[in-house]
């Protein structure tokens, strides 16, 4: 209700509703769209210019009158942003002085120095209208008396704020828990999630996988015990088979609800159908080979696989142009019949996550769902790789519920299946995992998912994986 108290922002904050519900409505052509694209990327490009000391540098030989369409030669004039360069430059990236912000958030810091990502009441009205657009198509589906539980990884993030806005946009009530902190722990966030009778969750994968844990040791039974409907899941890699195992452990209908950072904020946002679409009202969206910085070519279906890069079409306290993510991604047209009218992502992980198994090369993403395309059931996973004389080999572990209620697991097909693909043998052990496979939004997917054997000592990712669940509240 802020802008009620400023007649500008009031303006403004209807006037992007009104623009992102005729957009996921379909009343914009594609020449409405890349007009749309155009005008706002040079804005961005103006605006940063004036107002950010690094890009007043950077884009000091940037006219941005010349850019005159989205295609790829045109915006290969203007060069990239690269995480270092906000490492390295900190406050200077940012547009806005700090005090002009409404909020202060920041990169958590486990493997690298925590950068600046403060945000003003542009940067959220344009963000948490996307995404309250796109949820209203999840969360209508489940009627009005809807209370939603709000599980986020420290409280320097957005993660809280923004669904805290988005659920009070869709008029659900929220509960905010953070069953890592001492204050509240496990215990009292499934209580709470039980009392209140939650009918959703957001909260990354790993958080809903180790709730399930916490109830199943307390003798509760996540699927009999609690009400959700709904469980949104953000901040690390999700494949399909990951979230449909979680939706069998709680008897619910999981999503990959997000894909953002802290400091690009939404770049993909779930609908009903369950896939994650881009937000073209938002970011401008390149698919570029990660090793030449080359534009990628689509294929015959349309598809473009390879790194992301995003400029943010708004601005405000930091917008970023053509910010290099380091994510792989699939970016697969707009469809008819599609929920949403834009184009759709599939998050492979990080560039630096991709392994090589066997002399062949695999994204996080599809290793995961290799691996775990059969198996339904289970509370938790890990991958092991190891080198047998000078043969590698895959070690699946899962943790398992004690009675194996629900549990379905056929080691033979898993393991022809990861035959097939990477030429290897795997093996299979059972048990207890710890906690530094809730690490992945801390760190990475990689550092908590994936112990490498075959390097002599931990990677520093791992390393700093491993110090996180150290020092974690139980």
């Known amino acids: 209700m802020f802008t009620v108290f400023d007649d500008e922002l009031d303006r403004t904050a209807r006037e992007i509703r009104d623009r992102h519900r005729s957009f996921a409505?379909?009343?914009?052509?594609?020449?409405?769209?890349?007009?749309?694209?155009?005008?706002?990327?040079?804005?961005?490009?103006?605006?940063v210019k004036k107002h950010s000391v690094f890009y007043g540098r950077h884009l000091a030989d940037v006219d941005p009158a010349s850019i005159t369409s989205t295609r790829p030669e045109q915006l290969a004039t203007v060069p990239f942003t690269t995480k270092d360069h906000l490492r390295q430059e900190f406050a200077d990236v940012l547009s806005l002085?700090?005090?002009?912000?409404?909020?202060?958030?920041?990169?958590?810091?486990?493997?690298?120095?925590?950068?600046?990502?403060?945000?003003?009441?542009?940067?959220s009205l344009h963000n948490n209208t996307a995404l309250t657009v796109y949820y209203d198509t999840i969360f209508r589906q489940y009627g009005d008396e809807q209370i939603i539980g709000v599980s986020?990884?420290?409280?320097?993030?957005?993660?809280?704020?923004?669904?805290?806005?988005?659920?009070?946009?869709?008029g659900h009530a929220v509960a905010k828990m953070w069953p890592h902190s001492p204050m509240v722990g496990f215990d009292r966030a499934l209580e709470t999630l039980r009392e209140l009778r939650a009918t959703g969750l957001f909260s990354t994968p790993g958080m809903a996988l180790t709730l399930a844990k916490k109830a199943r040791a307390a003798g509760l039974d996540p699927r009999r015990d609690f009400r959700l409907d709904v469980i949104m899941c953000t901040g690390e890699l999700a494949s399909p088979s990951l979230l449909e195992n979680i939706g069998e452990v709680w008897g619910a209908r999981v999503y990959n609800a997000l894909y953002a950072s802290q400091e690009a904020s939404v770049m993909g946002a779930a609908g009903r159908d369950g896939a994650l679409y881009t937000a073209p009202l938002l970011n401008l969206y390149e698919v570029i080979d990660p090793d030449t910085g080359a534009a990628v070519e689509p294929g015959a279906d349309g598809v473009r696989t390879g790194e992301l890069v995003v400029t943010s079409l708004?601005?405000?306290?930091?917008?970023?142009?053509?910010?290099?993510?380091?994510?792989?991604?699939?970016?697969?047209?707009?469809?008819?019949?599609?929920?949403?009218?834009?184009?759709?992502?599939?998050v492979l992980g990080r560039t630096r996550d991709t392994l090589t198994i066997g002399g062949r090369s695999i994204s996080g993403y599809d290793l995961e769902e290799l691996v775990l395309?059969?198996?339904?059931?289970?509370?938790?996973?890990?991958?092991?790789?190891?080198?047998?004389?000078?043969?590698?080999?895959?070690?699946?572990?899962?943790?398992?519920?004690?009675?194996?209620?629900?549990?379905?697991?056929?080691?033979?097909?898993?393991?022809?299946?990861?035959?097939?693909?990477?030429?290897?043998?795997?093996?299979?052990?059972?048990?207890?995992?710890?906690?530094?496979?809730?690490?992945?939004?801390?760190?990475?997917?990689?550092?908590?998912?994936?112990?490498?054997?075959?390097?002599?000592?931990?990677?520093?990712?791992?390393?700093?994986?491993?110090?996180?669940?150290?020092?974690?509240?139980?």
């Not at 052509?29 to 961005?44: K, M, P, V």
């Not at 047209?333 to 759709?344: K, Y």
């Not at 043969?391 to 004690?402: A, G, K, M, Q």
Request: glycine share 10%; aromatic share 8%.
């Open 152 to 170: 986020g990884p420290t409280e320097l993030h957005a993660f809280g704020d923004t669904f805290g806005e988005v659920c009070r946009n869709l």
């Open 97 to 123: 002085p700090m005090h002009k912000a409404w909020i202060f958030y920041e990169t958590t810091g486990t493997t690298g120095r925590s950068t600046p990502c403060p945000r003003d009441n542009t940067d």
């Open 25 to 47: 409505a379909g009343r914009w052509t594609g020449q409405d769209l890349e007009s749309h694209q155009l005008d706002a990327f040079r804005a961005t490009l103006e605006y």
């Open 314 to 346: 708004y601005q405000g306290s930091k917008p970023l142009v053509r910010y290099r993510t380091g994510d792989l991604v699939r970016l697969t047209p707009p469809a008819e019949g599609r929920v949403l009218p834009a184009p759709t992502l599939e």
């Open 373 to 474: 395309t059969h198996p339904r059931g289970y509370l938790d996973y890990q991958v092991v790789i190891d080198a047998v004389d000078g043969r590698d080999e895959l070690t699946l572990r899962l943790e398992l519920p004690e009675d194996r209620t629900g549990l379905r697991l056929d080691e033979e097909e898993i393991a022809r299946a990861v035959d097939e693909r990477l030429g290897v043998p795997l093996r299979f052990e059972y048990g207890p995992l710890g906690s530094v496979t809730t690490t992945g939004a801390m760190v990475s997917w990689k550092a908590a998912r994936v112990e490498d054997r075959r390097l002599a000592a931990p990677d520093e990712e791992r390393a700093a994986a491993l110090a996180v669940a150290g020092g974690r509240a139980q």
